[in-house]
């Protein structure tokens, strides 16, 4: 069964305090990753696409990185405005559904 | 502003009520997903539509159903409403249908069944 799973589930960071997210993944094929940061009582906002191992984008204070099973979202410096739900979703070959994880809830302290 | 539309903002409706829910893709967009976020929840996937066509079935219960109309807007209905309904219904639109391209999400509809 096509499955992703994020951890942790909930993260308490330090202002300035590095730190990386994982979302792990069991599919058949990947077409794509996604991730996403949700606000709550918001729409999930895209963030990054990943198609291949060893594929990496970055974004001010987020980089997201791929290998065969598993993503990381690593966060440097983060401030408190990075405070929000991080999503992880996978798009599996020959489907048109999105997997998505659970989220990491992630708190910056000031 | 990802550029999809959902309307109302919030809904509170009685059980055993119906309800519509609307969702303007992002100009270009040929593709509609619903998905359902209950309170502390993930994402769970209901429908997926793509130029009018059912493309893609999730975990979408009898009582729910969705369309696509020809000028790409779609509509989920919800009837028979029961307490468990109460949730953020999200609508996403992407480009070419799922085919390695990144969704984007409206800032959905929250319906309260009281």
């Known amino acids: 069964e096509d499955q992703v799973t994020q951890s942790p589930e909930a993260l308490r960071l330090q202002e300035g305090e590095s730190s990386s997210l994982n979302c792990s993944y069991t599919v058949s094929g990947l077409r794509g990753l996604f991730w996403y940061r949700q606000d709550p009582g918001k729409g999930p906002e895209f963030l990054f696409t990943?198609?291949?191992a060893g594929e990496e984008k970055e974004k001010e204070r987020l980089k997201a990185t791929l290998t065969k099973k598993e993503s990381f979202l690593h966060i440097t410096a983060p401030k408190p405005e990075d405070s929000a739900t991080y999503l992880c979703a996978v798009l599996v070959s020959g489907t048109y559904k999105y997997i998505f994880g659970t989220g990491t809830r992630l708190k910056v302290l000031a | 502003d990802s550029g999809v539309t959902q309307t109302p903002k919030h809904l509170i409706t009685a059980t055993g009520q119906r309800v519509t829910l609307r969702c303007s893709p992002r100009?270009?967009?040929?593709?509609v997903y619903w998905y359902q976020q209950s309170l502390d929840q993930g994402l769970q996937f209901l429908i997926q539509?793509?130029?009018?066509?059912?493309?893609a079935k999730g975990n979408i219960l009898e009582r729910f159903s969705a369309q696509q109309f020809p000028d790409l807007h779609s509509e989920l209905n919800l009837s028979s409403l029961e307490l468990g309904d109460s949730a953020l219904y999200f609508c996403?639109?992407?480009?070419?249908?799922?085919?390695?391209?990144?969704?984007?999400f409206g800032q959905g509809t929250r319906l309260t069944v009281v």
């Open positions: 996403a639109s992407s480009e070419r249908g799922g085919s390695n391209t990144e969704a984007f």
């Open positions: 100009s270009g967009d040929l593709s």
């Open positions: 539509y793509y130029n009018g066509e059912e493309r």
């Open positions: 990943l198609y291949s």
